[in-house]
C-alpha cells in the first residue's frame, strides 16, 4: 500500500522560497502509471491543485502559480518536492502532495499524504 | 479554467437521514470526469467517488454518485456519525479544479 508523507519547514518568511518534499513508501516513483502532484489548502478554504511531476520529469503547473513554482523528483530516494518563490501571507496553507494515475480519464488523486502546514509569517 | 459550484454550503440533517450533496460545473464535464472527496478535520481528503459515480476501493455503498454534463450529484443514503465532515467535487476534465465544498453537520 503506498504511503505519502510531506516534510519541510513550517514557516517561511515572505518574499522567501517555500521548500516541501513528499517521500513515497511501498511503492516506486518511478512508476510509469503515475503522476506525483502537490495540492494545498488555505486555513478554512477549499482546495488548489498546484502541479505534478511525471517520472520522466515532466511537469504541468497550475497557471495561476506556473511563475513561481517548481517541481521535481529524485527517484534514487522515491521523493518529489516543491519550491514557491516570493512567498507572500496567502501562500499560507497545509500543503498535501499526492498521486494521479496516469491516463486523461484517471485525473482523480489517490492517496494523499496528510499534509503539512506552512505558515508565510515575518 | 472549469469552476465548480456546490450547495448547499452546510447541510444539517440527523443520523440515518439521506444526504443529497450537489456539484455543479461550469462546463460540461465530458465522460463523466468528477471525482468526490470526504475530509474529516485534521486530515487529508479521501477519495470516495470517480468517474462521477463509480466508489472506490473500500468505500461504503451508502456512498453513490450520478449525473452527467454540468451537474453531479453525492448521495449518502443513511448517515452514520462519521459522515459528518465535509465533502469536495473535483474535475478533471481540463486540469484540475475542486468546489468549495459542502459541510454536513448534525442537526
Redesign the interface.
Known amino acids: 500500500q503506498v504511503q505519502l508523507q510531506e516534510s519541510g519547514p513550517g514557516l517561511v518568511k515572505p518574499s522567501e522560497t517555500l521548500s516541501l518534499t513528499c517521500t513515497v513508501s511501498g511503492g516506486s516513483i518511478g512508476s510509469s502509471s503515475y503522476y506525483w502532484s502537490w495540492i494545498r489548502q488555505p486555513a478554512g478554504n477549499g482546495l488548489e491543485w498546484i502541479g505534478r511531476i511525471f517520472p520522466s520529469g515532466s511537469t504541468d503547473y497550475n497557471p495561476s502559480l506556473k511563475s513561481r513554482v517548481t517541481i521535481s523528483l529524485d527517484t534514487s530516494k522515491n521523493q518529489f518536492s516543491l519550491k514557491v518563490n516570493s512567498v507572500t501571507a496567502a501562500d499560507t496553507a497545509v500543503y498535501f502532495c499526492a498521486r494521479q494515475r496516469v491516463g486523461a480519464t484517471r485525473g482523480w488523486f489517490d492517496p494523499w499524504g496528510q499534509g503539512t502546514l506552512v505558515s508565510v509569517s515575518s | 479554467e472549469i469552476v465548480l459550484a456546490q450547495s448547499p454550503g452546510t447541510l444539517s440533517l440527523s443520523p440515518g437521514e439521506r444526504a443529497t450533496l450537489s456539484c455543479r460545473t461550469s462546463q460540461s464535464v465530458s465522460?463523466s470526469?468528477l471525482?468526490w472527496?470526504q475530509q474529516k478535520p485534521g486530515?487529508?481528503?479521501?477519495?470516495l467517488i470517480?468517474?462521477a459515480s463509480i466508489r472506490?476501493t473500500g468505500i461504503p455503498d451508502r456512498f453513490s454518485g450520478s449525473g452527467s454534463g454540468t451537474d453531479f450529484t453525492l448521495t449518502i443514503s443513511r448517515l452514520e456519525p462519521e459522515d459528518f465532515v465535509v465533502y469536495?467535487c473535483?474535475q478533471?476534465?481540463s486540469?484540475?479544479?475542486?468546489?468549495?465544498?459542502t459541510k454536513v453537520d448534525i442537526k
Open positions: 465522460s470526469f471525482a472527496y486530515q487529508a481528503p479521501r477519495l470517480y468517474g472506490a469536495y473535483q478533471y476534465a486540469s484540475f479544479t475542486f468546489g468549495p465544498g
